[in-house]
């Protein structure tokens, strides 16, 4: 049935015993889910438009300020983790740190290092996305702007576009979109697009 998508999140984060699992009348979720989507849905015509206009700019900018910041401040964090954990061996070896020690801090450092890398390579490759730019019928956006006439949920509807829907011990709702990640980059895009802090892509 229809509730498989509506959760709370207090039963699902603690345990079965924090709360009984609190029902919110059906109707009224189903308001708030559908004046979400539709927002949404907005927003995507919204972005498509100006992702339009943008393209066919003479010029588009594509360089991130904000990803090329990130990226060169966890580089020089990486850069000396591996420093620290080279001169490990030696410390040991002049004895001002014990074996046990150098191996704890060794690991702890190539725990470091290994998420350091990680997340660089997210960080780089969404940089790469970004400097590809936006194309009008992205995925994303043909989604939601498909359903600019939407007027009432269906099941397929929400497969298609809802992630997830909490519903909180107050009553409060959020819905999590499918493509989340995809909207917040056609919205750094745009931003980069519409002000002047970004450099010539």
Not at 33 to 59: G, K
Not at 144 to 167: G, M, S
Not at 173 to 182: G, N, P
Request: glycine content about 2%; hydrophobic content about 35%.
């Amino acid at each position: 049935g229809k509730n498989v998508y509506y959760s709370c999140s207090t039963y699902k984060k603690r345990s079965r015993t924090a709360c009984t699992m609190h029902s919110i009348k059906h109707n009224r979720l189903e308001a708030a889910v559908l004046f979400a989507i539709q927002y949404q849905v907005s927003t995507a015509v919204s972005y498509s438009e100006i992702v339009a206009h943008i393209n066919a700019a003479p010029l588009k900018k594509s360089q991130s300020h904000r990803l090329n910041d990130q990226i060169a401040a966890k580089e020089k964090e990486l850069t000396k983790i591996t420093r620290y954990k080279q001169s490990l061996y030696q410390d040991w070896k002049d004895g001002e740190i014990s074996q046990q020690e150098y191996r704890e801090m060794k690991t702890d450092y190539e725990r470091q290092a290994a998420g350091l890398s990680d997340l660089l390579a997210r960080l780089t490759a969404e940089r790469k996305q970004l400097s590809n730019g936006v194309d009008q019928q992205h995925p994303a956006l043909v989604a939601f702007a498909k359903y600019q006439n939407i007027e009432k949920l269906t099941r397929e509807i929400l497969i298609e576009l809802v992630d997830y829907i909490k519903v909180y011990e107050n009553g409060n709702i959020s819905v999590h979109f499918k493509f989340a990640d995809e909207f917040r980059r056609i919205a750094e895009y745009i931003e980069i697009n519409t002000t002047d802090t970004a450099e010539a892509g």
